[in-house]
């Protein structure tokens, strides 16, 4: 199983950015994926979840509104949407399976998101 994340930058306070997790290795479409962030000294965190079809999502409350998590099985690919960011967004996001908590010990290199004036 692999997870290959992008789309991280700098960014200004109120910017958008639009993350990507390219999977392989196992049936991408069977299974639930979700976004995770990791503040600088914290614990990383689910911040949105959708369901293997698509048809249902769930977010952190401090990202809801903000964030729009989707996926296109298809290209095997989990995205997160990311408006009106703020200095706490800051941090390494990373994408995992399942809908929760994460079911893999392994993850990918992850991508930094840096919101800053």
């Known amino acids: 199983v692999q997870f290959v994340e992008s789309g991280g930058g700098l960014v200004q306070p109120g910017g958008s950015l639009r993350l990507s997790c390219a999977a392989s290795?196992?049936?991408?479409?069977?299974?639930?994926m979700s976004w995770y962030h990791q503040a600088p000294e914290k614990e990383r965190e689910m911040v949105a979840a959708?369901?293997?079809?698509?048809?249902?999502?769930n977010y952190m409350n401090s990202v809801r509104g903000r964030f729009t998590i989707s996926r296109d099985n298809h290209e095997n690919t989990v995205y997160l949407q990311m408006h009106n960011l703020k200095p706490q967004d800051t941090g390494v996001y990373y994408c995992?399976?399942?809908?929760?908590?994460?079911?893999?010990?392994?993850w990918g290199q992850g991508t930094q998101v840096t919101v800053s004036s």
């Open positions: 995992n399976i399942g809908f929760t908590t994460a079911l893999l010990d392994s």
């Open positions: 290795g196992f049936s991408f479409s069977r299974f639930d």
């Open positions: 959708i369901r293997d079809s698509g048809e249902a999502v």
